[in-house]
């Protein structure tokens, strides 16, 4: 008799046996196969975030040095001047030629300028003029109409919608080839009765930058720009008596490169004594591999060309930390999951086959008495082993896919951020410009299905498994001669 026939013999005769070993490998397969989904799935999302959030590093002037800060006098004012290290186009160029560097964005490029526009009231519209000193009701007739004018090479790359703190809701967003096109927000919209095509002005006042007594006096011509956008924000910024206009995000535009360098020339034009270009304050860069960028920043750090030793360099990782908490545990879970899973079908099902070989030793000897070969015996069981494996394991492929949508399902509601938590914070830089930051995830969302390099996985590792576990438990056929097994009977 075949070798195949006798063991589907054995498997029908032993029913209650047989019965056992496939309802325990149909567990222990879609225990295996939901944790192995659960991990795919959370790596999956992991990989997703760490090429939205991940980035690459940030290169910014380093103030807290007093070696790089000095004291002025200029215009009858006191300030401090960055006199370190220079952020330049050219050291920008110089970096983008290195291999894994894709782009850049600029996130702190944005000037002060004029509007004729309604906007949220902040501390100016509270503020009261005071005799005798710069708080004129003149000058907080400027104060209380001037926003921030940010600027974008590229809109998608933008920090604030890169991160999700703004999306576009209406239109598009902003590109390179942009020309003297602007971002308002749906409040800010709303608020004056704009709509995509409309045209916005904007003006760069002296009162603005220096002290004047005129304070509405224009420099250069104003600025005409045309609605191509809405930005819909993901936070709620709290009203505060020591948020001025200009520091409610809601008030603020979003304009083209072509827009901010013009703005940039005319105060540069009309600047009372000697203009002094700082370069640019911090730039983010992006790589096309985030796990690279920690040998990017050190053989950026090692180009004599690239001077960046006053300057401060660090990946830019908050965003992806923040957002990848919650898939983070699901992986880490799962992980233990499939460990607790692998372990427990290799000793059990070991065990399994153990105690079945030792209540097959009469058959053992039987077979050997008319000339039965050991391999052809332990072959025999493992035949066996491996066809109520392949039968557990097309059930349990069955039974995954919905067992696994159930457990991402749950695996989402457990890992779902705090909804008393806020997803952004949003700080005042210097007390007076908005700055979001995300701090936790969005909403859970895992795939929840079963792939087809899963199901190759759970096959290859329980067919290796039970092959592993027949032939350890066969060790006492194999090593003991046929006459001392005989006698064993």
């Known amino acids: 008799m075949l070798i195949w026939k006798?063991?589907?013999?054995?498997?029908i005769?032993?029913?209650?046996?047989?019965?056992?070993?496939f309802l325990y490998m149909v567990a222990m397969a879609v225990f295996l196969l939901t944790a192995f989904s659960l991990k795919n799935a959370a790596e999956k999302e992991l990989s997703r975030l760490l090429e939205t959030f991940g980035t690459g590093f940030v290169i910014k002037i380093n103030t807290e040095n007093p070696a790089n800060v000095t004291v002025i006098e200029e215009n009858g004012t006191i300030d401090s001047r960055y006199i370190g290290t220079k952020i330049t186009d050219e050291m920008i160029q110089k970096i983008l030629e290195l291999d894994g560097v894709t782009n850049y964005t600029l996130p702190r490029e944005f000037n002060s300028v004029w509007t004729d526009l309604k906007l949220r009231p902040g501390a100016w519209a509270q503020f009261e003029p005071v005799?005798?000193?710069i708080f004129t009701e003149e000058n907080?007739?400027?104060?209380?109409?001037t926003i921030l004018a940010y600027s974008c090479t590229d809109g998608e790359l933008s920090k604030n919608f890169r991160t999700g703190a703004l999306e576009i809701s209406e239109?598009?967003?902003?590109?390179r080839e942009d020309r003297f096109r602007v971002l308002v927000s749906e409040e800010l919209a709303e608020r004056n009765g704009l709509s995509m095509g409309d045209v916005i002005t904007i003006e760069v006042k002296e009162g603005i930058y220096l002290p004047t007594k005129e304070y509405h006096k224009t420099w250069g011509e104003p600025i005409r720009l045309e609605i191509i956008g809405l930005f819909h924000m993901n936070f709620t910024q709290k009203s505060s008596e020591q948020t001025y206009e200009e520091g409610y995000m809601e008030n603020n535009i979003y304009v083209d490169q072509e827009t901010h360098k013009l703005i940039d020339q005319i105060i540069a034009d009309n600047w009372v004594g000697e203009f002094y270009d700082v370069g640019y304050p911090e730039v983010i860069f992006f790589v096309d591999d985030p796990k690279k960028t920690d040998a990017i920043i050190q053989e950026m750090k090692e180009r004599e060309d690239i001077p960046t030793d006053s300057l401060t360099v660090y990946p830019d990782q908050t965003a992806y930390e923040a957002s990848a908490k919650p898939y983070s545990l699901i992986r880490m879970f799962s992980m233990m999951l499939s460990v607790i899973g692998i372990a427990g079908v290799g000793i059990i099902l070991y065990l399994l086959m153990k105690l079945t070989v030792r209540r097959r030793m009469?058959?053992?000897?039987?077979?050997?008495?008319?000339?039965?070969?050991?391999?052809?015996?332990?072959?025999?069981?493992?035949?066996?082993c491996l066809a109520v494996s392949a039968a557990a394991l097309v059930l349990a492929i069955l039974l995954s896919g919905p067992l696994v949508s159930v457990c991402s399902q749950a695996a989402e509601r457990l890992a779902a951020p705090d909804v008393k938590e806020e997803t952004y914070r949003v700080t005042l830089r210097d007390g007076m410009y908005p700055e979001m930051d995300k701090i936790s995830s969005d909403e859970v969302a895992l795939s929840g299905e079963v792939t087809p390099e899963t199901v190759m996985l759970l096959i290859v590792l329980v067919s290796g498994i039970s092959t592993a576990s027949v032939l350890l438990a066969s060790v006492r056929i194999l090593e003991t001669e046929p006459k001392k097994l005989l006698q064993t009977m």
């Open 6 to 11: 006798r063991a589907a013999l054995y498997l």
């Open 13 to 21: 005769r032993k029913k209650g046996r047989t019965t056992f070993l």
């Open 131 to 133: 005799e005798d000193t």
């Open 140 to 145: 907080l007739k400027l104060l209380r109409q």
């Open 171 to 175: 239109g598009r967003n902003l590109k």
């Open 362 to 384: 009469y058959e053992v000897g039987i077979l050997l008495s008319i000339g039965m070969k050991k391999r052809t015996i332990v072959g025999q069981m493992l035949i066996e």
